[in-house]
């Protein structure tokens, strides 16, 4: 177990490595920064204060390696555009996308887990093919458009709940279920055909024959045998609404990560970009590596393979 | 897009209660914009939604008034030009700041000498480049010496201009420079100034609260303000925005997309009105061969044909919408100096087709065609030259790779854009683009020394005479095609009244509720 968990954390921090070197090089070579910052009404020379104030014109792998000296020791550089320091910024913006990302998938988990049970216990029923429609509207609908439904059904016809903005709890469950709705249908989906192959798996069936109560065995044998490939795909969910949930935040005014990684490439706010696109990567490789550990203390099979 | 504001009309038209008048019922007037505002130093800044601010908080010396475009005394009671150079200014009295210090000379050289430093790395450097130093000359005047002659210097120093309280700057951060040492991050410091609102609140990125100054001084051209407190929101996702503004979660919007105007007008409680800006949409043209000597655009036949080629009115009625306007000269007509009758270079596609037959073209031509703002319109441009038989590749990329691009003379044909970062003053529009430069693409002495000349000259009869000169040789020889000027479509709650002006900045100062 050792050793597959340090070869796991070398995997993450060449992907790391990798990445923090292609999001440098993309941000540097699809323009010039300084003139992006300076805005299109600006004079060659406010450009050229800009260039000198942040070191522009200065080779690239010396800009790189300046960045990376810098992430050794916890210095994330500074926001040109917000006045701030990157490792204080980030924090509070991470905060919204996780509490945001969390809660999303907690929603999408209990949705989809209890329709795919649901489904597989009662195939070719009205609750499958439920299930089933959920997740094709779920699929076809792009996550903008959920959002704007939800806003204008609760926002502005009922008026039950506020539109935009993240000051309270409430403000946020129009976008968790925006989100969320997002990354159902696969799990949902996942959830519903892993449920069938393990009811009528042989454990199952032995399970059954012990006369267990019909819970125990959906729950406890046959959800735990199907769970697998669930958490897998959930740590790979968590991973795209962290990422991902730029139109969610943007629809909403959450100031969250997405958010501000938006805002920021439109504002060649580097420094911000190649910290946001670093921690997501790191998030995704940490997710992973927490899935492909559970997993492995789910299944011993894998740790051996 | 059409899915969203196709859902957006829909919905909104079937809610039948009238919005909610929160903002006038507790005095606080919320606005908003897609932008976030990074600092709230204009010097630092370079934003509409930060000058809005600034001219909401901070004052200059001098106030142009947004209505009737008169320079008015504000922070400078009286100013006068001894010589070509210097100008003698008299300061108000009895004026303190938001934080209760004292009004004075030295705050106002303090100021202007900082920001007019470019070591101090102000981004508003071709607003306070004129100046060479400021100095204290009484307990309330000072003495500005311009580095040449500045005609202009009255409309740079209104609102983009404010005071601060001397030693304003000396608390900013510091931060690592790009060589290693440690640099002042000037911008970082949030602005402390006289102006008829005081800001209490600001978190970058978020949004600040300004409140009424009830101490700002009695006589000032801005008046008493009225509101009492007025919030900044930013809001990315217009449906967003138009939704807060029908139920009463912010009072005012801008920007509001053509497809939504009619839609949100007919709502109660809502008022929409376009207006026009000093934006101005415009083609440029390698005239001066910098993107190789035979290009087809160094031929005036060429340039005029295109010029005849776009149908500059359908555009404007079909696109781009109320308040915008055909520009019929390189700069805005609001400004001083905008000569505006100029040759016209009206629809005639016949006319562009044989223009380019005369120029040797009679089987047409290809060029690579360059944007970055407001694809919609370039994809009209492009199909208005493909029906006379120019077939132009759409390079549709961002700012930060169009720049270096201009600057590098490697643009034969592109689709501009220049806001004149609000002033009044052709020098801000038509004299960046032919000052014999790195955006220069007609290199034409002539228009470059004319131009200069209005920058030295301080009869104004002279230098409109010279600005007539230099854009009638412009339009004579197509070296641009001026197509029209952006407009802005404001949204707001029909309980608040104030002036919307053609400098496109919302003087939200002015504002009462009615």
Known sequence: ????????????????????????????????????????????????????????????????????????????????????????????????????????????????????????????????????????????????????GLMYVFGVWLRVLPISGGDTWQHFILPVVALGYYATPSIMRLTRSGMMEALQSDHVRTARAYGLSPWRVVIRHALRHAIAPIVSIAAVEMGFMLGGSIIVESVFSLKGIGYLAWESIQRADIQVIQAILLVIAAAYAVLTLAADLLNAALDPRIRVS | MFARAGLTGALLLSVSTAPLMAGKADDTFTWTTANEIGSADIYFANLRETLIVTYA????????????????????????????????????????????????????????????????????????????????????????????????????????????????YDNAPEVPGADGTQRRDNGAVTPVCTGPYEMTTFEPGEGLTLEKNEGYFADSPKGTPQIGTIIFRTIKDPETQIAELVTGG?????????????????????????????????????????????????????????????????????????????????????????????????????????????????????????SYRDRQYAEAILNYLREVGITADLNFVQWGALRPALAGGEVELGNLTWGSNGVLDVSASTSYYFDGGEMDYARDADVTRWLEET????????????????????????????????????GFNDAFDYPITDDELAHFYLGSWK
């Open chain 2, 57 to 168: 908080m901070c004052d200059s010396l001098i106030y142009r008034d947004p209505l009737t475009d008169a320079y008015e005394p504000l922070l400078a009671t009286s100013w006068e030009w001894t010589d070509a150079t210097t100008m003698d200014v008299t300061l108000r009295e009895g004026v303190t700041f938001h934080d209760g210090t004292a009004f004075g000379p030295e705050d106002v050289a303090y100021t202007l000498n900082f920001v007019a430093d470019p070591a101090n790395e102000s981004q508003t450097q071709q607003l306070t480049g004129w100046i060479d130093t400021v100095e204290v000359t009484g307990p309330n005047s000072v003495r500005i010496h311009a580095k040449s002659p500045t005609p202009a210097a009255l409309e740079y120093m209104t609102g983009t201009m404010p005071i601060f309280p001397e030693g304003h």
């Open chain 2, 455 to 490: 920058n030295v000259e301080t009869d104004p009869e002279a230098r409109k005479a010279l600005y007539s000169r230099a854009l009638n040789r412009i339009a004579d020889e197509a070296y641009k095609v001026p197509l029209f000027l952006y407009a802005r479509t404001y």
């Open chain 1, 1 to 148: 177990m050792a050793f597959y968990i340090l070869k796991r954390l070398g995997v993450m921090l060449a992907v790391l490595t990798v990445t923090s070197i292609l999001a440098f090089l993309l941000l540097h070579l699809s323009g010039d920064p300084a003139a992006t910052m300076a805005g299109d009404g600006a004079s060659p020379e406010d450009v050229r204060v800009i260039r000198d104030a942040y070191g522009f014109d200065r080779p690239l792998p010396v800009q790189y390696l300046d960045w990376v000296g810098g992430l050794f020791q916890g210095d994330f550089g500074r926001s040109y555009y917000l006045r701030t320091d990157v490792a204080e910024l980030l924090p509070e913006r991470l905060a919204v996308t996780a509490t945001l990302g969390v809660a999303a998938l907690a929603f999408a988990l209990v949705l989809s887990i209890t329709l795919g049970v649901a489904a597989a216990l009662r195939p070719n029923t009205i609750i499958d093919r439920f299930a089933l429609w959920l997740a094709v509207a779920g699929q076809a609908m792009p996550s903008f458009l959920v959002a704007i």
């Open chain 2, 250 to 370: 912010v009072d005012w919007i801008w920007g509001v997309p053509t497809e939504n105007v009619d839609m949100l007008a007919a709502m109660d409680g809502v008022e929409v009105v376009a207006a026009p800006t000093l934006r101005m949409s415009f083609l440029e043209l390698d005239a001066a061969g910098r993107s190789g000597e035979d290009a087809p655009t160094t031929d005036v036949r060429v340039r005029q044909a295109i010029a005849h080629a776009i149908d500059r009115e359908a555009i404007v009625e079909n696109l781009v919408g109320d308040g915008s306007r055909v520009l019929p000269s390189i700069c805005a007509p609001a400004q001083f100096g905008c000569e505006t009758d100029v040759k016209q270079y009206d629809y005639d596609p016949e006319k562009a087709r044989a223009l380019l037959a005369e120029a040797g073209y009679e089987d047409g031509l290809s060029l690579p065609f360059w």
